[in-house]
Structures are given as structure tokens and as C-alpha cells.
């Protein structure tokens, strides 16, 4: 869930900073812009669970899923515009959009971000907070 709410505030913030929408082709509608962003979840959270599953995850696994995610992201977006358009360059010229003006690199950063936090959980091996009766008595 980290992951999904800061690549949509990732991509609201490089859509405010480059003054335009994140996909803006006449006519092509929502459709590429929610299968790229189920894609990159999907990638990010196969990645994460790939790298949880080790005892000890190491953080070089982060920049990993990041990249991941983001090509993931491109690639299937560029594929449902072709598929919605059948146009070999309107889906290059969005591809390359995203590239330019900073929406793969918002998902990037967003990606590093939740992944590092993901695995610094389970490096730490943290639990859900307890109330003190809760607690098993140590005495």
C-alpha cells in the first residue's frame, strides 16, 4: 500500500511540476494509465515478496525492484496504447513522455522508497504495537 499511494503522489507531483497530465493523448482515455499502475504494483509487490523471502534481505534489492517496477510500468503502458490505438508511434510518444517528463522516475523513487521501507521491516523484525497487558510477563 506504501508503495501505491507514494507513486500516486509521485505522479500528482511530477504532473503539477511539468504542468501536464501524466498520459495526454486525445481520446485514449484512462485505460494504459490504470494497466501500467496495476502492473507496477503487481511488480513491485512480486519483487518485494522475492526479496522478503531470504532471512536476511539485503537493501541492494531495492534499487532492483524500483527498476523493475518502473520498466514494468513503461512497457505495459506503451502495450495497451499500441493495443488500444494500433499505433506503433502514438504508443512510442507516450512511452517516451512518461520518460521525459519525469513520471518513470517518480515511480522509481517512489518504488526505492517503499522497497527499502519494506525490507528495513523485516530486517528489524518488527511486529504490530501492543498494549502493555498484552505483553507476555518476562518476570
Known amino acids: 500500500m506504501s508503495f501505491f499511494a507514494l507513486a500516486v503522489l509521485a505522479l500528482g507531483v511530477a504532473s503539477v511540476v511539468t504542468d501536464s497530465d501524466i498520459i495526454s493523448v486525445p481520446g485514449?482515455?484512462?485505460i494504459p494509465?490504470?494497466?501500467g499502475m496495476l502492473a507496477a504494483v503487481s511488480a513491485f509487490?512480486?519483487?518485494l515478496g522475492g526479496a522478503l523471502r531470504a532471512p536476511h534481505p539485503s537493501f541492494l534489492a531495492?534499487?532492483?525492484?524500483?527498476?523493475a517496477t518502473a520498466l514494468i510500468h513503461l512497457v505495459l503502458v506503451w502495450l495497451s496504447v499500441l493495443i488500444a490505438?494500433?499505433?506503433?508511434?502514438?504508443?512510442?510518444v507516450v512511452a517516451g513522455g512518461l520518460v521525459q517528463r519525469g513520471a518513470s522516475l517518480a515511480?522509481?523513487?517512489?518504488a526505492a522508497i517503499a522497497a527499502w521501507g519494506g525490507i528495513a521491516l523485516r530486517r528489524t523484525r518488527s511486529a504490530r504495537p501492543r498494549w502493555p497487558w498484552e505483553r507476555e510477563e518476562d518476570e
Open 28 to 30: 485514449l482515455g484512462p
Open 33 to 35: 494509465g490504470v494497466v
Open 45 to 47: 509487490a512480486a519483487g
Open 62 to 67: 531495492a534499487p532492483v525492484i524500483a527498476l
Open 85 to 92: 490505438t494500433g499505433d506503433l508511434v502514438t504508443a512510442t
Open 107 to 110: 515511480l522509481f523513487i517512489a
